[in-house]
């Protein structure tokens, strides 16, 4: 429940704002002039606002669409991604949000047209397949309820022959989806984790089972299917906890619809690390053998290529190996 | 330690009663009361002095994080007198500069935005408190602890129909008086926010460590953190007796590593 609404003075009056604020009636509005102001200052944290975000809205001037690492790559050698809100509603322990960010509020950009005309002008420029990744700074679907940004966003890229969307989420908030027609070129890439990792450092996120649910309903109804095993967590039986997790999802998956998998272990870059281990100095993921020396703090080398070794065989048995994607970052 | 910051005598004094604060000897320029819980001080009016007074009592306890407050009166052009505010966004009327103090928890009484002055107005701005200390306050406070700790309550003072001449400091006393089970409310609030940060921030013991080798500064932190993953992986502290053989600080600090190496990590 949002409990408090900052608007930005220039989008105070936007229609989507409106809609929002009689959305959450009870919540108190308070205006301010830039997002920065609320969602910048030094002096907060995250972990006690992640209690209580507050949502604020505003406006993206610039950088709508930015040129994503190769190194996420599902297929294509032009990747891009955007933000049309900064957070998410879940509490996962490894994302690198809580350590980038000083603030858990939420931020919604509601100036979506913006949005549509950087995507058509970055996609007309390259005369080769360009995928747009929409949920790196958020989950794509949690809030559509909300923001009603995909309902918005789908149509523009149904008729866009070249751009492929990723809608990345482990929400199950698929209602948008399923009322309209399924598009070739509109994946929905849900991230997975085994159940027992899921319920210990994937907080406030729909279990695994409800997640897979979701995904067979969007597979039914003819949406591509993303499967995204990133983070792989390292735990004493992880063999055995991921071999088990990846039979009990592709037991569900309809391969002609898998459009990819992808897979890396868990990393994030050293100057995040450091924020998020003071936030959860209790946290057991970062505990485990990470290597912390590095700009990009990962499990151990050797660790890391065995688990990697490992997964990619045990999922090349279940899935043709032209559709796994591997995901580093190398330092 | 719960600071709270007023401006005037009259203000602090149902908090000096209620709370059983006890004047300290006045060596310097401010008057400061206090229990065992709290402290308040009285800065005198403006925001300079409330950014002076938040200064000089985090000067007290330099090393510690405190709950701070900054109570007094505010005009308002159309809330009752008598009714109590928090702010959820000061502005500095002279530099325009704004802060957002997050509240983390459901108010016990209206929140309003409050801009403050720096001399008495007698006019009203529609829907905004005026006082003449916030800005200061949040200003200086906020640099002390986190800001979902800092906060300002007022009680409504003047309005367009009991102007600011009609205030006293009898009157003054006596709305404040009458709010103090809200700042009851919000400070324990705040108390539990302050709970759990104070558990995030906590640190595991090393002193054992430091009395038996030399560790330096940076030394000291890699201890630290070695110290917590022992604990998260082991559910028991780190005991310095298991690394006596060790002829100093980087050899201890290697043992350790090498034992959390092999300890097991399981999330069932």
Known sequence: ?331 | MIHIVTALFCEAKPLIHHYRLNGQQAENGFRVYENDTMRLIIAGMGKCAAAAACAYLQGLAPKKKHIWLNLGIAGHDSLRVGEAILAQKVIDAATNTAWYPPLLFTPPCRTVTLISVDQPETGYVTDVACDMEASGFYATAARFNSCELVQVFKVISDNRVSPVQQVSEKTTQEIIRQQLDKLDAIIQQLRELEARLAEQQRKPAIDFFLQRWHFTVAQQHMLQRLSQRWQVLTGTALDSNQFVAEKNSKAVLGAIENKISVLPVRFD
């Open chain 1, 1 to 331: 429940m949002i409990e408090a609404i900052y608007i930005e003075q220039s989008v105070f009056d936007h229609p989507r704002s409106k809609a929002i604020r009689s959305r959450f009636s009870q919540a108190r509005v308070i205006e301010c002039q830039r997002y920065s102001e609320v969602f910048n200052p030094k002096a907060q944290n995250f972990r006690l606002q992640k209690r209580q975000p507050s949502l604020i809205l505003a406006e993206k001037f610039k950088h709508f669409v930015l040129e994503a690492p190769l190194s996420y790559s599902i297929g294509s050698q032009r990747n891009y991604y955007f933000s049309h809100m900064l957070n998410c509603i879940y509490d996962c322990r490894y994302c690198f949000l809580q350590g980038m960010y000083r603030s858990a509020n939420y931020v919604l950009f509601v100036n979506y047209e913006a949005f549509d005309a950087a995507i058509e002008e970055t996609a007309c420029q390259v005369d080769e397949p360009a995928y747009f990744f929409s949920g790196y700074d958020c989950d794509s679907l949690a809030l559509e309820p909300v923001t009603g940004f995909i309902k918005h966003v789908l149509p523009l890229f149904r008729k866009l022959d070249n751009a492929w969307l990723e809608l990345r989420t482990k929400s199950t908030q698929i209602r948008g989806l399923l009322d309209v027609e399924a598009m070739s070129n509109c994946i929905v890439a849900f991230s997975l984790t085994p159940e027992i990792l899921a319920e210990a450092i994937e907080h406030k996120a729909p279990p695994l089972a409800k997640r897979l649910d979701a995904l067979e309903k969007l597979q039914r109804a003819g949406w591509p299917i993303g499967l995204r095993f990133d983070p792989v967590i390292y735990c004493d039986n992880y063999q055995l906890l991921y071999e088990a997790f990846f039979e009990q999802v592709f037991a569900r998956i309809d391969l002609q619809l898998l459009h990819s998998v992808s897979l890396g272990v868990f990393r994030v870059p050293q100057a995040y690390y450091r924020n998020m281990v003071k936030l959860y100095p209790e946290e057991k993921l970062f505990a485990g053998p990470l290597s912390a020396s590095q700009p990009v703090v990962s499990y151990e080398t050797a660790l890391e290529r065995e688990m990697l070794t490992f997964c990619r065989t045990k999922l090349l048995q279940l899935m043709p190996a032209n559709k796994l994607f591997m995901c580093h970052d190398h330092n």
